[in-house]
């Protein structure tokens, strides 16, 4: 194999045009750097976008869904086995939110291989009394700590530190628009009515602020042994097992299979949140369209300059083929001009879109909904970078395929004779 | 009985475009080592078209060619492409050198291409073929920078560098002055005299043929004499 000599050529051919490889390598660099600052932009965006849910969403929730009992009495009676029994007016008895035997449930599944954390959790349905005014609300009691390591809690409290929830007793953490409507300031004492009817002053020690102004008005947190003492329940009762596992896909199938194992309600984050999935494939669809548009855009480009280079270089191709190179040889030089500009194009657009990316990392982005957000999120992912050389590599060797052909198949003695 | 180099053997050529032109007919001869061959005739008759065919560049003709006593004919263009790297040396009547390279790169490329010598060996080479056409001191220069003269010495060198069986020209004095006319033709002799260079040289110039040791006349695509 000449491929050293074929090398040499190209890069000879190419050092000669160096307006033209320019132009042509600006293209595709044009277009790899569009291509990298878009994805990593409109992924960061994507990510925050779902961060404000999925971040804070257990891959599986183990709950007691209050609902009828499926198997009624009297289909269990040996003596109405046989017939079909007309029920009437099914209720759901003994409302029981707890999820029995919640301690062994936890050990269980914080053995298993594929979860990365669990933590606890309890819902409850309280009023906030601010003056003459109830104001509906819930009080979500929580492992701190399970709940910081897993679903990033200390990142939304805004104000007030997350661990004061745990620290300082009866306390409380209130959404930013929940405080907003009670007046209340950190350090402040709030009243809290329970179902039940019993009131609780509770101290607030902080602020969050999900992102989310729906949430942020109606919800707040406690640590889990203040809510239970709220609803004067043991130091068992727990309402919800939330479940983190290291892959997020396997989420279906551990739900399914805890919903057997432990005889309980399992629901998965897909179920929960399938919209968000939905936006978030539409925005990189779009983003994967326009790179390759643009990608597309620079390979036409780079096809007309070859093209163009090909009808300039016929006497060279002549004299090529006159003293021994064959189709192939012109064909392989052609390519390697093709696949250079490509490669350093490439390789330039790359740097380009970092130094882009980087540059819209730095730009301030504040917004109340997202307190954990100071500029515009960008994804560094290296996926990017690698479809990025990838297709700049592909599209400039489509591009340098048909001109390459061309220049293969020139006739010396058409040429020769043409003089 | 001294050995045959290239033969024709009942070589026809027809042109289709856009009527059907019989251009060479029944050319059959043979060139033997050493000799240093002319072609003339009136324009037109065929010379150039013999030529592109005898340097295989050319595949569509009907008959056989045989160069060093092989058969060219239905070889793949591959095959074609290394025996006119390694066996024929070409030499053009406009000087086409690569103008983006360097005199000395434009002399070694086919060299390089035939890759049986390593580059410094090539190299090396080059040197002695441009130092015998008295144009060493051009090696470094970029090709298009150099006068037609000089142009045409570098073709030599470069139809020279591998050693060919035999060096074809296709009126390689036409486009030039008489001086340097007849410094290519003194080189040609030198080539055919000393160094025992086998040539066919397709040429207009009556006093140029009436010097080689051979002269093929040709008339409308038949060979008359030679
Ligand atoms: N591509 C072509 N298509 C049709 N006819 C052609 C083609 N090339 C050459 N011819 C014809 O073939 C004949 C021979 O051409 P050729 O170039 O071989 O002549 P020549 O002897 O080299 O002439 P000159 O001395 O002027 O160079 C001419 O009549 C020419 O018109
Ligand atoms: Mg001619």
């Given amino acids: ?419 | 009985m001294s050995e045959i180099i290239l033969e024709a053997r009942h070589i026809n050529k027809c042109f289709h475009d856009p009527v059907t032109v019989q251009v060479l007919r029944d050319i059959t001869f043979t060139v033997d080592k050493g000799e240093f061959v002319s072609v003339i005739g009136k324009s037109g008759c065929g010379k150039s078209t013999l030529l592109y065919i005898l340097s295989t560049m050319d595949t569509d003709y009907e008959g056989e060619l045989l160069i060093d006593k092989e058969l060219m004919t239905n070889k793949r263009e591959i095959e074609l492409a290394r025996i006119r790297n390694e066996k024929i040396g070409f030499v053009f009547q406009f000087h086409y050198l690569l103008n983006e390279f360097t005199v000395l790169q434009n002399v070694m490329l086919p060299g390089l291409k035939l890759k049986k010598l390593p580059q410094e060996e090539v190299e090396h080479r080059a040197m002695e073929r441009l130092k015998m056409l008295g144009i060493d001191h051009l090696a470094s220069k970029i090709a298009y920078k150099i006068s037609g003269g000089e142009k045409q010495r570098v073709a030599i060198a470069r139809a020279l560098i591998n050693d060919p069986h035999i060096v074809m020209g296709d009126e390689p004095t036409g486009n030039l002055d008489i001086r340097n006319s007849e410094m290519v033709f003194d080189i040609f002799k030198e080539l055919a005299e000393v160094h025992n260079q086998t040539l066919l040289i397709v040429t207009h110039d009556q006093s140029f043929a009436e010097r080689t040791q051979r002269i093929i006349e040709m008339e409308d695509g038949r060979i008359i004499s030679g």
């Fill in chain 1, 1 to 419: 194999m000449n491929f050293r000599l074929i090398v040499h050529i190209a890069r000879t051919l190419l050092l000669a045009r160096v307006g033209q490889t320019l132009v042509a390598a600006i293209g595709v660099t044009f277009s790899i750097a569009m291509f990298i600052t878009l994805l990593s932009f409109m992924t960061g965006l994507n990510d925050m976008l779902d961060s404000l849910i999925l971040n804070r969403t257990p891959h599986v929730r183990l709950y007691n869904e209050i609902k009828p009992s499926e198997n009624q009495p009297v289909n269990m009676a040996p003596e109405f086995k046989d017939s079909y029994n007309f029920i009437y007016s099914v209720k759901a008895s003994t409302s029981r939110q707890e999820i029995y035997n919640s301690g062994p449930i936890m050990q269980a599944v914080k053995t298993d291989d594929r979860v990365l954390g669990v933590a606890p959790k309890i819902m409850a349905q309280v009023f906030f009394n601010e003056g003459t005014l109830d104001i509906t609300g819930s009080i979500h009691g929580i492992d701190v700590e399970a709940e910081s390591n897993l679903f990033f809690f200390q990142d939304y409290v805004t104000t007030g530190k997350a661990m004061d929830a745990k620290n300082v007793a009866n306390s409380i953490i209130l959404g930013k628009g929940l405080a907003d409507i009670l007046l209340a300031e950190v350090g402040d004492v709030v009243q809290v009515t329970t179902a039940q009817g019993e009131r609780f002053p509770l101290k607030v020690v902080g602020f969050f602020q999900s992102g989310i102004q729906e949430i942020d008005r109606v919800q707040s947190y406690a640590s889990i042994g203040t809510v239970q003492k709220l609803l004067g329940k043991s130091n068992s009762y727990i309402t919800d097992i939330q479940v983190k596992l290291k892959d997020v896909n396997m989420a279906p199938a551990v739900a399914k299979e805890y919903a057997q194992l432990f005889q309980i309600d399992a629901e998965d984050i897909q179920t929960a949140n399938s919209q968000f999935e939905t936006g978030s494939n539409i925005r990189t669809l779009i983003s994967y369209s326009v790179g390759i548009t643009l990608l597309v855009v620079a390979g036409f480009g780079i096809y007309n300059i070859l093209n163009m280079m090909i009808y300039e270089k016929m006497d060279s191709i002549a004299i090529l083929k006159a003293t021994g190179f064959s189709g192939r040889d012109v064909n392989r030089i052609f390519l390697v001009i093709a696949l250079s500009i490509g490669f350093f194009g490439g390789m330039t657009g790359l740097l380009v879109g970092f130094i882009f990316s980087s540059i819209i990392d730095q730009i301030p982005f504040n917004t109340d909904a997202l307190p954990t957000v100071k500029t515009y999120p960008i994804n560094y992912s290296a996926a990017f970078y690698f479809i990025g050389s990838t297709f700049s590599l592909v599209t400039t060797y489509l591009a340098g395929f048909f001109p390459a052909r061309k220049a293969s198949k020139v006739d010396p003695v058409e040429i020769i004779r043409g003089k």
